[in-house]
């Protein structure tokens, strides 16, 4: 069997979780740049990658980088640069996480790390492709960057916590 019903049931509820977060201003945090927000929207990717595994985290990635589509195109921005982070969010989580050996701080490396993936992949592919100039990327880098790490770790920590009761992790 490819995926037990945990890792199935996981992936649902997160796929479902991460739909409303980028369907909706839950997802968003306003802030004052061209961006006009940081996101969450990656949150339950690192979640499902840490909880699931990394082909279950591959695929919530892959789940979200659908659903932002339409921002990527109304902002002219290549759609390599849409699926190619966002595919290894989950997959970068459950590894930091491995090898920081299932702890509290394991979580919040991986957090950490898997965030990093988004933002800079997303913008630093942006670059790479010339859909944006650097002029647009580095206050985007410097406040959105910042504030998706913080709000990351804040909350992959105890939503893992919540989830694993028992202390038992995947």
């Given at each position: ?8 049931v ?109 933002t ?51």
């Amino acid at each position: 069997m490819l995926f037990s019903t945990r890792q199935l049931v996981i992936a649902a509820v997160l796929a479902a979780v991460s739909i409303v977060l980028v369907m909706t201003p839950a997802g968003l945090i306003p802030v004052p740049n061209i961006a006009g927000s940081a996101t969450t929207v990656h949150i339950p990717t690192i979640v499902g990658g840490i909880l699931a595994g990394p082909l279950v985290g591959a695929i919530l990635g892959l789940v979200l980088a659908f659903a932002t589509i339409p921002f990527f195109l109304a902002l002219g921005v290549n759609l390599v640069a849409c699926f190619l982070p966002r595919v290894f969010i989950g997959v970068v989580a459950h590894f930091l996480w491995i090898q920081g050996g299932k702890s509290d701080k394991a979580v919040i490396i991986s957090a950490l790390g898997a965030t990093g993936v988004n933002t800079y992949g997303v913008l630093g592919l942006a670059l790479a492709f010339q859909d944006l100039s650097w002029e647009v990327v580095a206050p985007v880098i410097a406040l959105n960057g910042t504030l998706e790490l913080i709000l990351s770790a804040v909350i992959v920590l105890p939503v893992i916590r919540l989830l694993n009761r028992q202390g038992r992790y995947v």
